[in-house]
């Protein structure tokens, strides 16, 4: 079989599994639900009333896309890339590159769960166009093109976990755990804090360093800076981009970064699957 028919064929087995699977579906309904409340509620929160535009939708959805999106790519990640005794054996005999199927397997995860986040933001987006209008519509689809990667570096991550911790699947599911709440709430802590105890200078070296290295900051800085500009922009944030000197060098680095994130852990995780006996 060719590589290119096989790993379509991956592709479009797990995007079956993936689609008919409870997590996902749960994931479409509860995301979708959540991004409808912000783009109702942000008015109301700030004393007023209706559907936010696209640009304060797109600034208010960014924190719900960092915690819910990485979880479930890591989540769901892991549950189907994990080999199961007798399954695996019989798939990894087919006379196909193990990396072909990893990287199938990984295409039909992925359209699933940007199928899910596509119902949630085309939800609480054609109720924003109906009462707002289609004023600063691209950077809610920035967010949306964001929110896309984070779920392919995180699968990647994911992938990486399942082929380097042997038949455990529970510690997998720990570390994949660990991963998250690393890299979403303990990362900007511990720079934030760190920065703290520096000269400005450095610190601002630490927080610049803080936005390229995790992806999720690198997707949190880039949306905002489509949505908003630099009005909603943190310290980390603001650090950068006097770093670049401007919006066009900061998309730049930014994006470097997550292409570096999105190809480095499959690529390593395919590595990993073709020595490993199982």
Do not use: H
């Not at 008919?20 to 979708?32: D, N």
């Not at 600063?136 to 984070?150: Q, T, Y």
């Amino acid at each position: 079989m060719k590589p290119a028919s096989a790993l379509l064929l991956c592709a479009r087995q797990e995007l079956l599994l993936a689609v008919r699977s409870r997590w996902t579906q749960i994931f479409a309904l509860v995301f979708a639900g959540l991004a409808l409340a912000v783009a109702a509620s942000g008015y109301i929160l700030s004393g007023g009333s209706g559907v936010q535009d696209f640009a304060r939708t797109a600034a208010s959805l960014v924190q719900l896309v960092l915690l819910l999106v990485p979880l479930m790519a890591l989540l769901l990640g892991v549950l189907s890339l994990y080999p199961e005794r007798g399954s695996a054996e019989l798939l990894f005999s087919q006379p196909v590159a193990r990396r072909m199927i990893l990287f199938g397997k990984l295409l039909g995860l992925f359209a699933a769960l940007a199928a899910a986040q596509a119902v949630g933001f085309g939800a609480a987006g054609s109720v924003v166009f109906a009462r707002s209008g289609g004023e600063g519509i691209g950077g809610f689809a920035l967010l949306l093109a964001g929110s896309f990667v984070l779920t392919a570096i995180f699968l990647g991550l994911a992938a990486l976990l399942v082929t380097g911790n042997g038949r455990s699947r529970a510690r997998a599911l720990a570390l994949a755990l660990v991963v998250w709440f690393a890299a979403i709430v303990l990362f900007d802590v511990a720079a934030l804090g760190v920065a703290s105890l520096l000269p400005s200078g450095p610190a601002a070296r630490v927080l610049i360093v803080a936005v390229l290295v995790n992806p999720a900051d690198a997707v949190r800085t880039g949306a905002l800076l489509g949505a908003e500009g630099t009005t909603a922009f943190g310290a980390a944030s603001l650090a950068f981009l006097r770093f670049t000197r401007g919006p066009l060098g900061a998309g730049i680095l930014l994006g470097l970064s997550l292409l570096v994130w999105t190809a480095v852990p499959p690529l390593l995780a395919a590595w990993r699957l073709e020595r490993r006996d199982l």
